[in-house]
Protein backbone atom coordinates (compact mmCIF):
# COMPACT_ATOMS: atom_id res chain seq x y z
CA UNK A 1 0.00 0.00 0.00
CA UNK A 2 2.63 1.97 0.94
CA UNK A 3 4.03 1.49 -2.35
CA UNK A 4 1.54 2.53 -4.17
CA UNK A 5 0.45 5.93 -2.46
CA UNK A 6 4.45 7.05 -2.84
CA UNK A 7 3.89 5.81 -6.85
CA UNK A 8 0.87 8.18 -6.87
CA UNK A 9 2.81 11.54 -4.99
CA UNK A 10 5.59 10.87 -7.45
CA UNK A 11 3.43 10.98 -10.15
CA UNK A 12 1.05 14.38 -8.99
CA UNK A 13 4.77 15.83 -8.10
CA UNK A 14 6.06 15.26 -11.44
CA UNK A 15 2.31 16.39 -12.93
CA UNK A 16 2.71 19.71 -10.96
CA UNK A 17 6.21 20.71 -12.32
CA UNK A 18 5.37 20.13 -15.77
CA UNK A 19 2.31 22.45 -15.64
CA UNK A 20 4.23 25.63 -15.84
CA UNK A 21 5.70 24.15 -19.35
CA UNK A 22 2.92 22.79 -20.96
CA UNK A 23 1.32 26.44 -20.33
CA UNK A 24 4.66 27.78 -21.78
CA UNK A 25 4.22 25.58 -24.79
CA UNK A 26 0.61 26.72 -25.36
CA UNK A 27 1.77 30.25 -25.97
CA UNK A 28 2.34 30.48 -29.71
CA UNK A 29 5.54 32.29 -31.34
CA UNK A 30 5.10 36.15 -32.33
CA UNK A 31 5.79 36.44 -35.78
CA UNK A 32 7.88 39.40 -37.17
CA UNK A 33 6.94 40.58 -40.46
CA UNK A 34 8.79 43.70 -42.73
CA UNK A 35 7.00 44.68 -45.81
CA UNK A 36 4.72 41.50 -45.68
CA UNK A 37 8.39 39.57 -45.55
CA UNK A 38 8.87 36.91 -42.25
CA UNK A 39 12.09 37.85 -40.31
CA UNK A 40 13.82 35.37 -38.43
CA UNK A 41 15.46 35.45 -35.29
CA UNK A 42 17.84 33.76 -32.94
CA UNK A 43 15.81 34.52 -29.89
CA UNK A 44 12.32 34.72 -30.05
CA UNK A 45 10.38 38.02 -29.75
CA UNK A 46 9.26 38.24 -26.15
CA UNK A 47 6.56 40.84 -24.75
CA UNK A 48 7.45 42.54 -21.33
CA UNK A 49 4.96 44.78 -20.00
CA UNK A 50 2.98 44.53 -23.47
CA UNK A 51 5.90 45.66 -25.14
CA UNK A 52 7.51 43.75 -27.41
CA UNK A 53 11.28 43.02 -27.28
CA UNK A 54 13.52 41.31 -30.35
CA UNK A 55 16.97 41.15 -30.95
CA UNK A 56 19.37 43.73 -32.11
CA UNK A 57 19.94 42.56 -35.41
CA UNK A 58 16.31 42.03 -36.05
CA UNK A 59 17.32 46.20 -35.72
CA UNK A 60 20.41 46.63 -37.70
CA UNK A 61 18.93 44.62 -40.60
CA UNK A 62 15.51 44.61 -41.21
CA UNK A 63 15.28 48.73 -40.93
CA UNK A 64 18.80 49.13 -42.05
CA UNK A 65 20.61 51.21 -39.26
CA UNK A 66 23.90 50.88 -37.73
CA UNK A 67 24.41 49.46 -34.03
CA UNK A 68 26.80 50.19 -31.99
CA UNK A 69 27.82 48.70 -28.29
CA UNK A 70 29.75 50.45 -25.50
CA UNK A 71 30.18 47.70 -22.76
CA UNK A 72 31.21 49.65 -20.19
CA UNK A 73 28.42 51.87 -20.21
CA UNK A 74 25.89 49.19 -21.22
CA UNK A 75 24.69 51.70 -24.24
CA UNK A 76 23.36 50.83 -27.68
CA UNK A 77 23.00 53.39 -30.19
CA UNK A 78 21.20 53.14 -33.25
CA UNK A 79 21.68 55.81 -35.64
CA UNK A 80 19.99 56.01 -39.38
CA UNK A 81 20.36 59.14 -41.11
CA UNK A 82 20.04 61.87 -38.92
CA UNK A 83 18.49 59.94 -35.76
CA UNK A 84 20.21 58.53 -32.82
CA UNK A 85 18.84 56.66 -30.44
CA UNK A 86 20.77 55.78 -27.18
CA UNK A 87 19.36 52.98 -25.35
CA UNK A 88 20.62 51.31 -21.62
CA UNK A 89 20.60 47.98 -20.54
CA UNK A 90 17.22 46.68 -17.93
CA UNK A 91 17.12 51.24 -17.83
CA UNK A 92 14.00 52.47 -19.28
CA UNK A 93 15.27 55.69 -20.10
CA UNK A 94 16.04 56.67 -23.50
CA UNK A 95 17.72 59.51 -25.98
CA UNK A 96 16.60 60.28 -28.99
CA UNK A 97 18.94 63.47 -31.00
CA UNK A 98 19.48 64.23 -26.95
CA UNK A 99 15.70 64.75 -26.15
CA UNK A 100 14.66 61.94 -22.69
CA UNK A 101 11.65 59.17 -23.33
CA UNK A 102 10.65 56.92 -21.43
CA UNK A 103 10.31 53.51 -22.37
CA UNK A 104 7.65 50.89 -20.73
CA UNK A 105 9.99 47.94 -21.03
CA UNK A 106 13.94 48.56 -20.76
CA UNK A 107 16.38 46.77 -22.57
CA UNK A 108 17.98 43.77 -21.98
CA UNK A 109 20.45 41.12 -22.58
CA UNK A 110 18.84 37.34 -22.94
CA UNK A 111 20.62 34.35 -24.07
CA UNK A 112 23.39 36.29 -25.36
CA UNK A 113 21.54 38.69 -27.23
CA UNK A 114 20.48 42.21 -26.63
CA UNK A 115 16.63 42.33 -27.07
CA UNK A 116 15.13 46.28 -27.67
CA UNK A 117 12.11 47.34 -27.38
CA UNK A 118 10.61 46.70 -31.10
CA UNK A 119 8.31 49.52 -31.58
CA UNK A 120 9.78 52.91 -29.95
CA UNK A 121 13.14 52.04 -31.91
CA UNK A 122 11.09 51.09 -35.33
CA UNK A 123 9.09 54.76 -35.41
CA UNK A 124 11.88 57.07 -34.52
CA UNK A 125 13.16 55.29 -37.64
CA UNK A 126 10.17 55.98 -39.56
CA UNK A 127 8.96 52.77 -39.27
CA UNK A 128 5.40 52.16 -39.32
CA UNK A 129 4.33 49.16 -36.71
CA UNK A 130 1.35 47.22 -36.45
CA UNK A 131 0.16 44.36 -34.20
CA UNK A 132 -2.03 41.27 -35.06
CA UNK A 133 -3.99 39.95 -31.99
CA UNK A 134 -5.20 36.99 -33.58
CA UNK A 135 -1.87 35.65 -35.77
CA UNK A 136 0.73 37.08 -33.12
CA UNK A 137 2.56 39.14 -35.48
CA UNK A 138 4.10 41.90 -35.60
CA UNK A 139 3.89 43.98 -38.97
CA UNK A 140 6.71 46.43 -39.94
CA UNK A 141 6.10 48.82 -42.49
CA UNK A 142 9.70 50.32 -44.12
CA UNK A 143 8.58 53.52 -45.74
CA UNK A 144 11.69 53.98 -47.79
CA UNK A 145 11.06 50.52 -48.99
CA UNK A 146 7.19 52.39 -50.21
CA UNK A 147 8.63 54.83 -52.17
CA UNK A 148 9.21 52.72 -54.99
CA UNK A 149 9.54 55.01 -57.93
CA UNK A 150 12.15 56.93 -55.93
CA UNK A 151 15.99 56.73 -56.92
CA UNK A 152 17.53 53.90 -55.17
CA UNK A 153 19.48 55.59 -52.57
CA UNK A 154 19.51 59.45 -51.44
CA UNK A 155 22.73 61.53 -50.84
CA UNK A 156 23.90 62.14 -47.76
CA UNK A 157 27.40 63.77 -47.35
CA UNK A 158 28.35 61.32 -44.67
CA UNK A 159 27.39 57.88 -46.80
CA UNK A 160 28.85 56.71 -49.65
CA UNK A 161 27.50 57.70 -53.09
CA UNK A 162 25.98 55.13 -54.71
CA UNK A 163 24.79 54.74 -58.61
CA UNK A 164 21.34 55.71 -59.28
CA UNK A 165 21.43 58.40 -57.45
CA UNK A 166 19.71 61.94 -59.07
CA UNK A 167 22.01 63.91 -61.76
CA UNK A 168 23.89 66.73 -60.29
CA UNK A 169 21.69 68.82 -61.51
CA UNK A 170 18.78 67.35 -60.25
CA UNK A 171 16.60 68.32 -57.08
CA UNK A 172 17.68 66.02 -54.20
CA UNK A 173 17.53 66.21 -50.18
CA UNK A 174 19.81 67.30 -48.06
CA UNK A 175 21.04 65.45 -44.77
CA UNK A 176 18.97 68.07 -43.05
CA UNK A 177 15.69 67.04 -45.35
CA UNK A 178 14.26 63.70 -44.79
CA UNK A 179 14.07 61.14 -47.19
CA UNK A 180 11.07 59.84 -49.17
CA UNK A 181 8.32 58.87 -46.73
CA UNK A 182 10.12 59.61 -43.60
CA UNK A 183 9.15 61.90 -40.56
CA UNK A 184 10.80 65.31 -39.95
CA UNK A 185 10.29 64.59 -36.34
CA UNK A 186 10.34 61.76 -33.84
CA UNK A 187 6.70 60.54 -35.24
CA UNK A 188 6.01 57.57 -36.71
CA UNK A 189 5.59 58.53 -40.51
CA UNK A 190 1.84 57.32 -41.89
CA UNK A 191 1.45 55.22 -44.86
CA UNK A 192 -1.62 54.55 -46.90
CA UNK A 193 -3.09 51.72 -45.99
CA UNK A 194 -3.29 48.59 -47.28
CA UNK A 195 -6.16 47.35 -49.54
CA UNK A 196 -7.56 44.50 -47.80
CA UNK A 197 -7.55 41.30 -50.66
CA UNK A 198 -11.45 40.05 -51.00
CA UNK A 199 -10.39 37.59 -54.09
CA UNK A 200 -9.66 34.04 -52.59
CA UNK A 201 -7.99 31.44 -54.66
CA UNK A 202 -10.33 28.53 -54.41
CA UNK A 203 -7.98 25.80 -56.30
CA UNK A 204 -5.49 25.11 -58.04
CA UNK A 205 -5.47 22.07 -60.33
CA UNK A 206 -2.71 20.52 -62.64
CA UNK A 207 -3.71 18.48 -66.19
CA UNK A 208 -0.87 17.52 -68.68
CA UNK A 209 1.23 21.04 -69.42
CA UNK A 210 -1.39 23.30 -67.79
CA UNK A 211 -1.99 25.08 -64.40
CA UNK A 212 -5.42 26.15 -63.59
CA UNK A 213 -5.90 28.16 -60.90
CA UNK A 214 -9.37 29.05 -59.48
CA UNK A 215 -10.23 32.49 -57.97
CA UNK A 216 -13.42 32.97 -55.87
CA UNK A 217 -14.21 36.02 -58.40
CA UNK A 218 -13.33 37.53 -61.91
CA UNK A 219 -11.05 40.49 -60.51
CA UNK A 220 -8.17 41.84 -62.64
CA UNK A 221 -5.11 39.68 -61.17
CA UNK A 222 -2.29 40.51 -63.00
CA UNK A 223 0.20 37.59 -61.94
CA UNK A 224 3.79 38.12 -61.69
CA UNK A 225 6.31 35.09 -62.60
CA UNK A 226 10.01 34.23 -63.02
CA UNK A 227 12.08 30.89 -63.44
CA UNK A 228 15.10 29.78 -61.62
CA UNK A 229 17.52 27.39 -61.92
CA UNK A 230 19.28 24.64 -59.73
CA UNK A 231 16.70 23.14 -59.61
CA UNK A 232 14.62 24.06 -62.54
CA UNK A 233 11.30 25.73 -61.24
CA UNK A 234 8.61 29.12 -62.27
CA UNK A 235 7.32 31.12 -59.64
CA UNK A 236 4.34 32.65 -59.56
CA UNK A 237 2.97 35.16 -57.33
CA UNK A 238 -0.49 36.52 -57.24
CA UNK A 239 -1.24 39.80 -55.85
CA UNK A 240 -4.01 41.30 -53.65
CA UNK A 241 -5.40 37.67 -53.13
CA UNK A 242 -5.33 35.36 -50.19
CA UNK A 243 -5.59 31.47 -49.72
CA UNK A 244 -9.50 29.54 -49.03
CA UNK A 245 -9.45 28.60 -45.55
CA UNK A 246 -9.33 24.82 -46.59
CA UNK A 247 -6.30 25.56 -48.52
CA UNK A 248 -4.29 27.78 -45.43
CA UNK A 249 -5.42 24.37 -43.58
CA UNK A 250 -3.16 22.23 -45.27
CA UNK A 251 -0.02 24.89 -44.67
CA UNK A 252 3.12 23.27 -43.15
CA UNK A 253 4.75 24.40 -39.99
CA UNK A 254 7.16 26.45 -42.73
CA UNK A 255 3.87 27.84 -44.45
CA UNK A 256 4.04 25.92 -47.26
CA UNK A 257 1.73 23.10 -48.70
CA UNK A 258 2.23 20.47 -51.90
CA UNK A 259 -0.55 19.38 -53.87
CA UNK A 260 -0.39 15.31 -55.07
CA UNK A 261 -0.51 16.30 -58.66
CA UNK A 262 1.97 15.63 -61.05
CA UNK A 263 2.77 14.87 -64.66
CA UNK A 264 5.66 14.86 -67.35
CA UNK A 265 6.04 18.45 -67.18
CA UNK A 266 5.45 18.92 -63.53
CA UNK A 267 7.43 17.50 -60.57
CA UNK A 268 5.55 18.93 -57.93
CA UNK A 269 3.48 22.31 -57.10
CA UNK A 270 3.88 23.86 -54.00
CA UNK A 271 1.84 26.84 -52.55
CA UNK A 272 2.35 29.61 -49.59
CA UNK A 273 1.33 32.92 -48.09
CA UNK A 274 4.13 34.24 -49.08
CA UNK A 275 3.28 38.11 -47.42
CA UNK A 276 0.62 39.08 -45.10
CA UNK A 277 0.34 42.63 -45.53
CA UNK A 278 0.01 42.73 -48.64
CA UNK A 279 -1.52 39.60 -48.87
CA UNK A 280 0.42 37.47 -51.95
CA UNK A 281 0.13 34.08 -52.83
CA UNK A 282 2.89 32.35 -54.31
CA UNK A 283 2.82 28.81 -56.39
CA UNK A 284 5.97 27.17 -57.18
CA UNK A 285 5.91 24.07 -60.02
CA UNK A 286 9.51 22.24 -59.59
CA UNK A 287 9.81 21.27 -63.05
CA UNK A 288 12.26 17.94 -64.21
CA UNK A 289 13.55 20.13 -66.95
CA UNK A 290 13.46 23.79 -67.85
CA UNK A 291 10.05 24.33 -69.41
CA UNK A 292 8.62 28.07 -71.33
CA UNK A 293 5.36 29.65 -69.65
CA UNK A 294 2.47 31.25 -71.37
CA UNK A 295 0.72 32.83 -68.90
CA UNK A 296 -2.75 34.66 -68.95
CA UNK A 297 -4.44 37.26 -66.70
CA UNK A 298 -7.42 36.63 -64.90
CA UNK A 299 -9.95 38.79 -66.19
CA UNK A 300 -13.39 37.77 -66.94
CA UNK A 301 -13.27 34.09 -66.14
CA UNK A 302 -12.02 33.88 -62.63
CA UNK A 303 -8.89 31.46 -63.52
CA UNK A 304 -5.58 31.60 -64.55
CA UNK A 305 -4.02 29.91 -66.45
CA UNK A 306 -0.50 28.84 -66.93
CA UNK A 307 0.29 26.90 -69.71
CA UNK A 308 3.70 24.91 -70.10
CA UNK A 309 5.90 23.93 -73.24
CA UNK A 310 9.53 22.47 -73.38
CA UNK A 311 12.18 25.63 -73.76
CA UNK A 312 12.77 26.56 -77.62
CA UNK A 313 16.13 26.73 -78.60
CA UNK A 314 16.30 30.53 -79.17
CA UNK A 315 18.79 32.86 -80.99
CA UNK A 316 21.55 34.76 -79.96
CA UNK A 317 21.60 35.12 -75.99
CA UNK A 318 20.86 39.23 -75.56
CA UNK A 319 22.68 41.02 -72.99
CA UNK A 320 22.31 44.93 -72.03
CA UNK A 321 25.51 46.60 -71.17
CA UNK A 322 24.71 49.90 -69.40
CA UNK A 323 27.62 52.44 -68.80
CA UNK A 324 25.75 54.80 -65.84
CA UNK A 325 25.41 58.80 -65.91
CA UNK A 326 26.58 60.06 -69.69
CA UNK A 327 25.68 63.46 -71.04
CA UNK A 328 24.68 66.16 -68.46
CA UNK A 329 24.93 63.43 -65.43
CA UNK A 330 29.08 63.32 -64.64
CA UNK A 331 28.50 60.41 -62.40
CA UNK A 332 30.92 60.52 -59.48
CA UNK A 333 34.20 62.70 -59.95
CA UNK A 334 37.43 60.75 -59.08
CA UNK A 335 39.90 62.39 -56.50
CA UNK A 336 41.79 63.68 -59.64
CA UNK A 337 38.77 65.08 -60.85
CA UNK A 338 37.61 63.01 -64.02
CA UNK A 339 34.49 61.90 -64.52
CA UNK A 340 32.58 58.64 -63.62
CA UNK A 341 30.70 58.77 -66.90
CA UNK A 342 33.88 58.38 -69.27
CA UNK A 343 35.42 55.42 -67.00
CA UNK A 344 32.60 53.29 -67.41
CA UNK A 345 31.92 53.85 -71.18
CA UNK A 346 35.57 53.01 -71.69
CA UNK A 347 34.85 49.59 -69.20
CA UNK A 348 31.23 49.12 -71.08
CA UNK A 349 32.94 49.35 -74.73
CA UNK A 350 35.14 46.99 -73.51
CA UNK A 351 32.76 44.49 -72.09
CA UNK A 352 30.78 44.80 -75.26
CA UNK A 353 33.50 44.23 -77.50
CA UNK A 354 34.75 41.05 -76.17
CA UNK A 355 30.96 40.08 -76.06
CA UNK A 356 30.40 40.59 -79.83
CA UNK A 357 33.32 37.70 -80.34
CA UNK A 358 30.72 35.57 -78.85
CA UNK A 359 29.06 33.75 -81.63
CA UNK A 360 25.93 33.09 -79.03
CA UNK A 361 25.57 36.29 -77.62
CA UNK A 362 24.24 39.40 -79.02
CA UNK A 363 25.12 42.70 -76.54
CA UNK A 364 23.23 45.75 -76.45
CA UNK A 365 24.40 49.10 -75.11
CA UNK A 366 22.27 51.34 -73.68
CA UNK A 367 24.45 54.18 -74.58
CA UNK A 368 27.65 54.12 -76.40
CA UNK A 369 28.95 57.81 -76.16
CA UNK A 370 28.52 60.94 -74.30
CA UNK A 371 24.75 60.65 -74.11
CA UNK A 372 22.37 61.39 -71.29
CA UNK A 373 19.80 57.98 -71.11
CA UNK A 374 16.86 58.15 -68.60
CA UNK A 375 16.98 55.53 -66.03
CA UNK A 376 13.16 54.83 -67.56
CA UNK A 377 14.37 54.41 -70.88
CA UNK A 378 17.53 52.38 -70.15
CA UNK A 379 15.04 49.90 -68.09
CA UNK A 380 12.95 50.01 -70.94
CA UNK A 381 15.42 49.18 -73.53
CA UNK A 382 16.89 46.04 -71.89
CA UNK A 383 12.57 45.27 -71.24
CA UNK A 384 11.61 45.65 -75.54
CA UNK A 385 14.64 43.82 -76.29
CA UNK A 386 13.55 40.59 -74.57
CA UNK A 387 16.94 40.80 -72.90
CA UNK A 388 18.35 37.34 -71.29
CA UNK A 389 20.88 39.49 -68.49
CA UNK A 390 21.49 43.53 -67.85
CA UNK A 391 24.18 44.43 -66.69
CA UNK A 392 24.58 48.11 -65.43
CA UNK A 393 28.56 49.58 -64.79
CA UNK A 394 28.90 51.84 -62.43
CA UNK A 395 32.15 53.09 -60.06
CA UNK A 396 31.68 54.61 -56.67
CA UNK A 397 32.50 57.29 -54.29
CA UNK A 398 32.77 58.45 -50.81
CA UNK A 399 33.33 61.71 -48.87
CA UNK A 400 36.78 60.32 -47.59
CA UNK A 401 39.52 58.52 -49.57
CA UNK A 402 40.01 55.74 -47.40
CA UNK A 403 36.82 53.62 -48.24
CA UNK A 404 37.91 51.27 -51.41
CA UNK A 405 36.75 48.00 -53.06
CA UNK A 406 34.58 46.35 -55.18
CA UNK A 407 30.74 45.67 -54.63
CA UNK A 408 27.48 44.50 -56.53
CA UNK A 409 23.74 45.12 -56.13
CA UNK A 410 21.14 42.93 -57.08
CA UNK A 411 16.95 43.57 -55.92
CA UNK A 412 14.85 41.04 -57.61
CA UNK A 413 14.87 37.54 -56.17
CA UNK A 414 15.72 35.46 -59.89
CA UNK A 415 18.77 37.92 -60.02
CA UNK A 416 20.21 36.87 -56.54
CA UNK A 417 22.56 34.62 -58.15
CA UNK A 418 23.44 36.17 -61.01
CA UNK A 419 24.59 38.85 -58.84
CA UNK A 420 26.37 36.25 -56.57
CA UNK A 421 28.60 34.97 -59.60
CA UNK A 422 29.33 38.55 -61.44
CA UNK A 423 30.53 39.74 -58.00
CA UNK A 424 33.13 36.40 -57.63
CA UNK A 425 34.00 37.41 -61.41
CA UNK A 426 34.69 40.86 -60.43
CA UNK A 427 36.55 40.56 -57.58
CA UNK A 428 38.78 38.25 -59.01
CA UNK A 429 39.10 40.38 -62.30
CA UNK A 430 39.91 43.54 -60.30
CA UNK A 431 41.95 42.26 -56.82
CA UNK A 432 40.11 44.79 -55.20
CA UNK A 433 38.73 44.58 -51.57
CA UNK A 434 35.44 42.24 -51.46
CA UNK A 435 32.35 44.44 -49.92
CA UNK A 436 29.91 41.61 -50.79
CA UNK A 437 26.94 41.37 -52.66
CA UNK A 438 23.62 43.51 -51.78
CA UNK A 439 20.05 43.94 -52.52
CA UNK A 440 18.59 47.51 -53.26
CA UNK A 441 16.28 49.09 -55.08
CA UNK A 442 18.50 50.99 -58.11
CA UNK A 443 15.74 51.59 -60.63
CA UNK A 444 17.58 49.65 -63.42
CA UNK A 445 17.59 46.80 -61.70
CA UNK A 446 14.46 46.84 -60.29
CA UNK A 447 12.44 47.98 -63.60
CA UNK A 448 14.04 44.91 -65.63
CA UNK A 449 12.20 41.97 -66.11
CA UNK A 450 15.45 39.24 -66.79
CA UNK A 451 18.18 38.70 -64.30
CA UNK A 452 19.97 42.38 -63.65
CA UNK A 453 22.96 43.17 -61.77
CA UNK A 454 24.96 46.99 -60.96
CA UNK A 455 28.35 46.96 -60.28
CA UNK A 456 30.38 49.33 -58.20
CA UNK A 457 33.87 48.75 -59.75
CA UNK A 458 35.89 50.43 -56.98
CA UNK A 459 35.85 54.12 -55.58
CA UNK A 460 37.01 56.88 -57.62
CA UNK A 461 37.26 58.52 -54.54
CA UNK A 462 40.48 56.34 -53.09
CA UNK A 463 44.65 57.08 -54.65
CA UNK A 464 44.35 53.28 -55.00
CA UNK A 465 41.43 52.39 -56.92
CA UNK A 466 41.28 55.21 -58.98
CA UNK A 467 45.17 55.08 -60.07
CA UNK A 468 43.92 51.09 -61.43
CA UNK A 469 40.98 52.25 -63.18
CA UNK A 470 41.65 54.22 -65.34
CA UNK A 471 44.25 52.01 -66.91
CA UNK A 472 43.47 50.20 -70.21
CA UNK A 473 45.30 47.28 -68.93
CA UNK A 474 42.87 47.08 -65.70
CA UNK A 475 40.05 47.67 -67.77
CA UNK A 476 40.89 44.80 -70.35
CA UNK A 477 41.35 42.17 -67.41
CA UNK A 478 38.07 43.10 -65.76
CA UNK A 479 36.13 43.04 -68.91
CA UNK A 480 37.31 39.48 -69.45
CA UNK A 481 36.15 38.62 -66.07
CA UNK A 482 32.91 39.75 -66.59
CA UNK A 483 32.36 38.13 -69.96
CA UNK A 484 33.31 34.99 -68.29
CA UNK A 485 30.79 35.57 -65.90
CA UNK A 486 27.99 36.47 -68.31
CA UNK A 487 28.91 33.19 -70.25
CA UNK A 488 28.80 31.22 -67.41
CA UNK A 489 25.09 32.33 -66.32
CA UNK A 490 24.25 31.45 -70.09
CA UNK A 491 25.97 28.18 -69.52
CA UNK A 492 28.19 28.96 -72.26
CA UNK A 493 31.28 27.25 -72.69
Known amino acids: MMKVITAWLTLLLVS ?13 QIQLFMNGKPLL ?28 WDSKAKKVTVDKDSTSIQLFIDKTSAM ?18 TMLPLRFVSEQLGVKVTWDEITKSVFLYNTIDAASDQPASIFRPEETVKAGDPAAGDKK ?13 AQPSVQPPVTPATTIVQGILLKGDTVSIKLSDKATIKPNSFQLSGPERIIVDLPNVKLDPLMAAKLNAQGEAALPDKSDQVSQIRYSLFSKEPSIVRIVIDLPRKSDLKLTDAQQTGEITLKLSPATSKGKFKVVIDPGHGGKDTGAISITKRNEKDFVLSLGKKVVALLQKEPMIEPIMTRSDDTFIELADRAAMANEAGADLFVSIHANSAPGETARGAETYYYTEQSQDFAALMHKYLIDGTGFPDRKVKQDRFYVIKNTTMPSVLLEIGFLTNHIDEAAMYQDAFQNQVAASLVAAIKKQLNID
Open 16 to 28: LLMLPTLALAAVP
Open 41 to 68: TEVAPQIVNNTTIVPVRVIAESVGSKVT
Open 96 to 113: VNNKSYTLEAAPSIINGN
Open 173 to 185: PTDQQPAPGQSTS
